[in-house]
């Protein structure tokens, strides 16, 4: 008989006893908002996003509401306004190009590589088509380019990178953590990504002005003297009263669950890589299928698996979805014509307007994705590929 997988692509480890406990300290003091301290405490989020920027090796760090809320926070930061082009990967997930369309701004998409990544020739080209300033990269599914190039031509052209490291926590790009390219980044702590707080965000600058304004963003109340991990005084100064208060803050029980998590991030992420590998390996030498090749540059982290099915027929691919689904094996396949869960094609977004990206166009049409989360085994993970492997050999005939 057939093998079928059993395990659930949605279920993450549960929060270590460490977490806990120190949610339950918060509850019992009530203190949850991140501005109500006792005499001499220095509150939960405010140690969280000094120890994040301590790990990061940044200047500065903010922890807020959800990780969208801090791209449209870093995009307002550096004054992106209505009208105003932004550029961004054409291959990412809804709230990126939502970040930008939520200040106003234009989303100019930008082709996607057999990689993954963005396209650096496409990128020349939309910079000087767009007259765009401010990039928001987005590093969707953990994929990283090549960032030394990347930072080359957008420093030449004069253009800002914002990070969207959503699936890169804890990565790096020849030995650079990921987020420490550009002038800001981003990273989300919803439960999906590699620290769960069920939502969060955290942000991240060396630039001081940029970091006062997100302070104030945030929704400060003017009491950015309580944060610890924020640009001093002098820096406040400036933008203290011309910066609105869009209210996205973190508060402490949030905060007091990532701080143990953060401390286990790298355990986790070499635990996310070894499962990565089994499934690698179990797809190798497939025909039809190809893997994507990850440049040694690239220490990534692999909380999730993707695949490509190269010229494919759409029923085909489909096939391969549903014979997978019946063997317990959830396959997201960004070809489909409408959107589901998670999956969304630039098409999609329709407040973009029409974008044409025929390259994009012909990598998601045979591209394939599935989560990783840590309560699978290596075993689990071997099997899953099994599984792809037969569908895939039987559904190419
Ligand atoms: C999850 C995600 C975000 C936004 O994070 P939320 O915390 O859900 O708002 C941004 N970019 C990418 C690529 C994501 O996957």
């Not at 029980?253 to 690698?280: D, F, G, H, S």
């Amino acid at each position: 008989m057939a093998e079928t997988f059993t395990g659930s692509f949605t279920q993450q480890e549960p929060l270590p006893d460490e977490a806990i406990e120190a949610a339950l300290a918060v509850l019992r003091h009530g203190r949850l908002h991140r501005y109500n301290l006792a005499p001499g405490e220095a509150g939960e989020v405010a140690l969280l996003e000094e120890e994040f920027a301590a790990l990061m090796g940044a200047k500065y760090c903010l922890a807020v509401a959800s990780g969208g809320y801090a791209l449209g926070c870093a995009l307002r930061a550096l004054g992106v306004g209505p009208g105003e082009p932004v550029l961004t990967n054409a291959f990412t997930l809804a709230p990126v190009p939502g970040a930008i369309a939520g200040v106003g701004a234009r989303p100019v998409l930008v082709e996607t590589t057999e990689r993954l990544v963005i396209d650096l020739a496409d990128l020349e080209r939309k910079i000087a088509a767009s007259g765009a300033r401010v990039l928001l990269l987005s590093h969707m599914r953990g994929h990283i380019c090549d960032m030394d190039a990347l930072m080359e031509i957008c420093e030449g052209a004069g253009v800002q990178v914002v990070e969207d490291c959503a699936h890169t926590m804890g990565a790096r790009w020849a030995g650079v953590p990921s987020g420490r390219h550009g002038v800001m980044a981003c990273y989300s702590t919803q439960t999906y990504k590699h620290v769960n707080s069920g939502e969060g965000g955290l942000l991240i600058s060396d630039d001081a002005q940029a970091m006062a304004r997100a302070v104030i963003l945030s929704g400060s109340y003017m009491l950015y003297g309580r944060h610890r991990a924020a640009p001093p005084e002098e820096a406040f100064e400036r933008v203290r009263l011309e910066t609105p208060n869009i209210s996205g803050r973190m508060d402490n029980l949030r905060a007091a669950i990532l701080r143990p998590q953060l401390a286990r991030l790298e355990a986790r992420c070499a635990a996310w890589n070894a499962r990565y590998r089994a499934v690698e390996e179990g797809l190798r030498g497939i025909p039809g299928l190809e893997l994507i090749e990850r440049p040694p540059q690239e220490a990534f982290v692999g909380s999730s698996f993707q695949f490509l099915l190269p010229g494919w027929a759409p029923e085909a691919v489909r096939q391969v979805v549903e014979r997978c689904a019946a063997r317990g094996v959830e396959l997201k396949w960004f070809g489909a014509p409408q959107p589901e869960g998670f999956t969304s094609r630039h098409d999609s977004w329709r407040y973009a307007g029409t974008q044409h990206l025929p390259q994009t166009d012909a990598v998601l049409a045979g591209l394939l994705d599935m989560r990783l989360p840590l309560t699978f085994s290596q075993e689990d993970c071997a099997l899953i590929a099994r599984i792809i492997a037969e569908e895939v050999t039987a559904a190419r005939g």
